[in-house]
């Protein structure tokens, strides 16, 4: 195949797009940037920047926010449909298929929210921090992925496909929380309007509808437009709209590879021009391929596939870049070891995290409810824990619904920042020491 000018640009820039380890990567860079921005002689600008009001008009309807409420209420809702995606995807043929596969990993979640946010609320018992409890429960996927895929082959496959579950079953638990509670008054009337876009959804996904801009336009312009008015966090539809795309293929493997071998046994058997251009027979038969594979695909996958590099390279580094900047002043340094919101979001995310895993997977296993997945140690489930406590995005994005004062928003920053490093490099080192030892450690099973 010939490789043209471009191809050479794009290739690499495609595979670091697709690349795991490079979204946490470009996340942590956002977050120093916001960090540095906001601590330097232009401060001014970072903050002024993110308040900046833009207004949407359609006839005398018009939405108004600030560009910081558009990328945490808007662009967010993006980054929870890809979620959605996944989940779907993992429910249907993956992790989270087979329920004694996603028992182990499951009810670990929930170890890994439940605990954190206790230790949360013993830091904070009443008053306005109280209202945090659901910032140290979330565990951000792309970050923790990216920091164990830097480990290369050292690691088990499992451990990646372990997280992976765990990652995303902490994301169902994060979605419901903010679901049931970090929602404003409800409009039942925006709701049930919502509502009735996602029945158009889901029939439309009934009767073969395929076209991935009728399922764009309707569940942004419809379903999330309608939730965004009603109350329930607007991206919260994002992830409902992303179980209403289709996942089923139009044709079957097998054919698929039949039909497949025909045309191109059909190809073959056209005589070329010896020109650049193609004999119109040629071009039919490369436009039937070019069906017969959009037959072979789904909906959900190819959207899963196309928004991923966006999510992670464009709509998370942004949100990182506005939402991770705090003013590093000495009012801040002095308050951050009495501030409760801090060390209770700190210590649920280092803390309460890793024992929140290991214990519940103890104890699954302990009584005989499960297994841990072959290949894996007790050492690896102790790095997998550390790496859970990285919360940035989520806990970030939670923050934003929590709070609303600057200085329990700050507080909850601090914590969050120091305890997703903290966690980040401790989760990494010890993986790196027990994949080198884990022969010598054995499995309990």
Known sequence: ?????IDRIMKPVERYMHNESTAGIMLLACALIAIGWANSPFSDSYFHLWEYEIAVRVADYEIANTFHTWINDGLMAMFFFVIGLELKREIIAGELSDIKKAMLPLVTAVGGMLIPAAIYILWNPSGTGNDGWGIPMATDIAFALGIISLLGKRVPVVLKIFLTALAIADD???VLVIAFFYTSQISFWSLGLGAL?????LVANYVGIRNTLFYGLVG???VWLAFLMSGVHATIAGVIAAFAIPARTKINEQRFIE???EKLKEFHTIPPNDV???EPAQYRVIQNIYQLTKAAGTPLQKLEYQLHPSVSFVIMPLFALANAGIILDEKLMQSIFSSGITMGVFWGLTAGKVLGVVTFCWLMVKLRLSL?????????LWGIGLLAGVGFTMSLFVTTLAFKEPQA???????????????GVAGYFVLKKVSRYSKTLGTLK
């Open 1 to 5: 195949m010939a490789t043209q000018k």
């Open 172 to 174: 169902i638990g994060a």
């Open 197 to 201: 876009f996602l029945i158009i959804l």
């Open 220 to 222: 942004i312009g419809g």
């Open 259 to 261: 039909v497949l071998d």
């Open 276 to 278: 650049t251009l193609l």
């Open 372 to 380: 841990l997945p072959e290949g894996m140690t007790w050492g690896h």
């Open 409 to 423: 928003v700050a507080a909850a920053k601090a914590g969050i920042l120091a305890a997703s490093i903290i966690s």
